[in-house]
Every structure is written in structure tokens, then in C-alpha cells.
């Protein structure tokens, strides 16, 4: 964060651990349940874990009592859409449902490139312009991430495997 937000960052416990650690192990851990059940055979309604990146939405749950604040600092808008870019870049490299759906959020995935590059100056200051050293770092972390979060975002969707016996278990 300090390399975005530079000098006026600031770190607290709730919102390190509360709106950023906690969201993002209980994300990995869905996430990984979701492997887990794939790999033994798949449960019903298990597919609803591709959901699991939403559970960093909820720092705009504050923002319901308030909702002229709930994008104030741009807290809400990275908390909404660094996981529906990871959702949709999930679907696109699953392999499974129409093509043509792939090909759209998977085209929506790769938004975040331009995006990224033609709006971070307006939050991060000019030293994060992707022509510079430090912008480029940046934008490539950041693109670097959201590569794994779609990775991470695919498996729900992945087909199932069967388990079989193996040759210890028959005899």
C-alpha cells in the first residue's frame, strides 16, 4: 500500500487486519476447501465457492450506514473490484462454460491493464506513471497479483476429478 498511497498511507490494526489479512485468508482458505473438494469428487452446490473473493466487499459494509462515504479514498472501489477482475479472469482460464462467455471476461480481466495504467496517476501521484521506474515496478506487482488471484479464482469452476482406487486399496 505504501507504494501506491506513498507517505500518506498509514497502517492500523483494524485495517490491516480486519479489511486486508483476515479477508484475504478466509478468500485462500475458500478458495483452497474449493480444491480440495474438486479433487475428492466434487459436492453439491460447491461450485457457489467461486464467490469466495467477495468476502473483501465487506469493508463496504460500513458504508451502508453512510453510503455518500462508502468509495470515499477508493477503499470501496479496489475492495469491489480487485475481486471481480480475479472472479472473471478466474472463469476465462477454467475451461468450463460457453467460450464466448470465457472470451468476455476474459477480455474484462485484461481491462486492468490499460485501466490501471491510464487512471493510477490520479491516485498515486506521478511517480506511479508507468513510464517511470517505480510506476512500472508497481503496475507489474499489481498486474503480477491479479495474475494469481485469477488463477486462484479458476478453481471452482475447474472440473471435477472422480477419485479412483488405487492399486494399495483394492488388494
Known amino acids: ?35 480440495y473438494i474438486r479433487r475428492t469428487g466434487g459436492r453439491r452446490g460447491w461450485r457457489w465457492l467461486a464467490l469466495a473473493p467477495l468476502v473483501s466487499a465487506g469493508v463496504l459494509l460500513p458504508g451502508l450506514l453512510d453510503p455518500a462515504t462508502m468509495f470515499e479514498g477508493g477503499i470501496g472501489g479496489g475492495a469491489i473490484g480487485v475481486p471481480l477482475y480475479g472472479m472473471a479472469g478466474g472463469y476465462a482460464i477454467s475451461g468450463r462454460g460457453p467460450v464466448v462467455a470465457r472470451i468476455g471476461c476474459g477480455a474484462l480481466f ?14 498515486g501521484g506521478p511517480g506511479l506513471a508507468v513510464d517511470t521506474p517505480r510506476g512500472l515496478w508497481v503496475a507489474l506487482y499489481y498486474w503480477s497479483l491479479m495474475v494469481v488471484l485469477a488463477l486462484a479464482c479458476a478453481i471452482p469452476h475447474r472440473p471435477v476429478i472422480v477419485p479412483t482406487a488405487s492399486a494399495t486399496e483394492v488388494a
Open 1 to 35: 500500500m505504501a507504494q501506491v498511497a506513498g507517505a500518506e498511507s498509514g497502517v492500523t490494526w483494524s485495517g490491516t487486519f480486519g479489511w486486508i489479512l483476515v479477508p484475504g485468508v478466509v478468500t485462500g482458505l475458500l478458495l483452497a476447501w474449493a480444491e
Open 110 to 123: 485484461l481491462t486492468m491493464i490499460p485501466i490501471w495504467a491510464l487512471t493510477v496517476t490520479s491516485f
